[in-house]
């Protein structure tokens, strides 16, 4: 009788259902990713000509390295663990506010995981490059930064194959069956916020991983990778919206290309800049 009233259960079970994919990641033509190319070169290589900043500053190097570790992180969601933690780390059952507040905890722990992945992959580049002394050799190590950007660059336009070693992990699903959920997202974070334990599709990794380690400062290169994470941890937050996991990874496959596209932009423009900022 027990056996029978639980197929009946299954039966009247309300079953979320995935629709059929009707439009697709479509990459852009190569005109198009040329142009993009030439304007980001000009626009970077103008800003450097109005920016009134010395390029050896501290400051300077900030106001242009901070805004672009966030992108990165914003970027990487087009990853698998990007697409991995936010279907997994949910409100259980159907949205309600109950949900949300009963979630929270889980949030924050995955917060918690991604500062703390922060603070050790930051601290160990900084305090590495003191040790090596790399902050004063910066000036010689800047051309190459920007010119291995721009070339990073062409490689998401699809232009030249450029070598990306990256750890081709995941976290592991089997987690969610061994421990409680504020638990899981908080081993999340903290795997996903140190960023080379899993696989990051975003060659702005790199650019934040250099400017942490030749500015030979740990509390810079924490900073950097704390802006990082925070991009990294932003799309989360929307699971305290009434929005299936099915609609934000399907809006996130269809956007694939864009975000390829936007990364090379940004590695180009800001590559170009910097070049500006120390050859002009």
């Known amino acids: 009788m027990a056996q029978a009233e639980t197929f009946e259960g299954l039966r009247t079970a309300t079953i979320e259902r995935i629709p ?26 103008g800003t450097s000509v109005l920016w009134n900043a010395n390029a050896y500053s501290s400051t300077t190097l900030t106001t242009i390295m901070i805004p672009m570790a966030v992108a990165g992180g914003l970027l990487s969601t087009w990853s698998p663990c990007g697409y991995s933690s936010i279907c997994l780390l949910r409100p259980n059952g159907r949205w309600s506010v109950g949900s949300v507040v009963a979630w929270t905890p889980t949030l924050l722990a995955h917060l918690v995981g991604y ?25 010689y190590a800047l051309p190459v930064f920007a010119l291995l950007m721009i070339i990073y660059g062409a490689h998401q336009f ?92 399907a809006w996130l496959a269809r956007h694939q290309q864009n975000a390829a596209f936007v990364d090379g932009m940004l590695l180009v423009g800001i590559g170009a800049l910097i070049t500006g900022l120390v050859v002009l």
């Open 158 to 249: 699809d232009f030249l194959p450029v070598p990306y070693p990256q750890r081709r992990c995941q976290v592991p699903h089997d987690a969610r069956q061994r421990f409680r959920k504020w638990v899981i997202g908080l081993l999340y974070g903290f795997s996903l916020g140190l960023n080379y334990l899993t696989y990051v599709q975003t060659p702005l990794l790199y650019a934040a991983t250099g400017a942490a380690l030749f500015s030979g400062s740990p509390v810079f290169a924490i900073g950097i990778f704390l802006a990082f994470n925070a991009g990294r941890f932003a799309p989360v937050m929307l699971n305290a919206l009434p929005i299936s996991d099915a609609r934000i990874t």
């Open 115 to 139: 500062i703390l992945g922060a603070v050790v992959l930051g601290g160990v580049l900084g305090l590495a490059g003191n040790l090596l002394g790399l902050n004063h050799v910066i000036g």
């Open 20 to 45: 059929d994919a009707r439009e697709f990641a479509v990459n852009r033509s190569a005109s198009t990713k040329k142009a993009a190319f030439v304007l980001c070169l000009a626009a970077g290589l």
